[in-house]
């Protein structure tokens, strides 16, 4: 498959397959994603000092996990016959769920954060080293995820070295979040590399799956490394509008260059699973949280 770049909704397995059902009027298998229990009340707290570009955040605290496990066979191999290597049984996991679901996710070491979690813009001369051993200097347009003492993480692009998963740690905070792309697009370019995460916000993210993913994240984590589980925090600002677009039969046919009836489009847009209503030839098709492509008709 080659994706044009306005198809962020088709970076995962389930996003293909999604595309897949609606194309071959298959029925979609759908992600088998529980509501986890909480065991322990341990939570953290966090702050969003900047809902303009995050306007959504759900994290929690896994605590006694055992590191010492290997990551199952199946999902090793699943990662390696995607070009990723093998970690440890979290990082694996979070790589795991992005390429399954799209959605990025990041796991830090408990021990090392000090005080609350904030999520903020950088500071002019700010400086954090990457997981990628890069040593950046901050701008004031880039946003961090940070504690009391220090940058955390690139958001929505990298995690930092200081506060990453170790075979030693123990307790872990996971962070499943949503950043808004503008605010993500451009930055690789600024940095000289991209990465799985910042190739998906920058396009758009399904921000109505956001808290599914992180209990399904949570349940992977806890079925494969044990560990008892937290209380899920939630900050939660202003989502994008999506707003609802008229689509005439006659422009459908105008561009498209075929002759479709209206129950034809009726039931493509059916398969696409897309909220819509119908009046006089005319469609009003409210677009899923996962297109962000949709925009005019």
């Known amino acids: ?18 595309e897949i059902s609606a194309i071959t009027d298959t029925p979609l298998a759908s992600l088998k994603m529980s509501h986890v229990s909480e065991e322990i009340p341990d939570t953290i707290e966090v702050h969003v000092r900047a809902p303009d570009a995050c306007p959504l955040y759900y994290g929690r605290i896994i605590r006694g ?158 079925s494969i490394c044990g560990g008892k589980v937290g209380s899920v925090i939630e900050a939660k600002y202003q989502l994008p509008e999506r707003r609802q677009i008229a689509v005439r039969s006659d422009r459908v046919r105008r561009v498209l260059g075929i002759s479709l009836t209206a129950e034809q489009i009726f039931e493509y847009f059916k398969r696409l699973q897309f909220v819509f209503s119908e009046n006089d030839g005319v469609f009003y098709v409210t677009p899923p949280s996962y297109r962000f492509d949709l925009v005019i008709e």
């Open 65 to 222: 996990i055992n590191l010492n496990v290997d990551t199952p066979l199946w999902m090793k191999q699943r990662l390696e016959r995607s070009g990723l290597r093998s970690i440890n049984a979290v990082v694996d996991t979070t790589n795991y769920v992005l390429l399954e679901t799209g959605q990025p996710m990041h796991a830090f070491d408990l021990a090392r954060l000090e005080g609350a979690i904030q999520v903020r813009y950088a500071e002019a001369g700010e400086k954090i080293t990457l997981l990628n051993d890069s040593a950046i200097v901050l701008t004031p347009d880039m946003l961090l995820i940070v504690d009391d003492r220090k940058p955390l993480a690139l958001a929505g692009i990298m995690g930092g070295l200081e506060s990453a998963v170790v075979s030693e740690t123990v307790d872990i905070f996971l962070e499943c979040a949503f950043f808004i792309p503008n605010c993500i697009s451009g930055k690789s370019f600024t940095l000289g590399f991209s990465s799985d995460s910042a190739h998906r916000f920058e396009r758009g993210v399904d921000f109505a799956a956001t808290r599914s993913v992180l209990e399904y994240a949570t349940e992977l984590i806890q």
């Open 1 to 18: 498959l080659s994706l044009t770049p306005n198809r962020a909704d088709c970076l995962s397995v389930y996003g293909v397959a999604r």
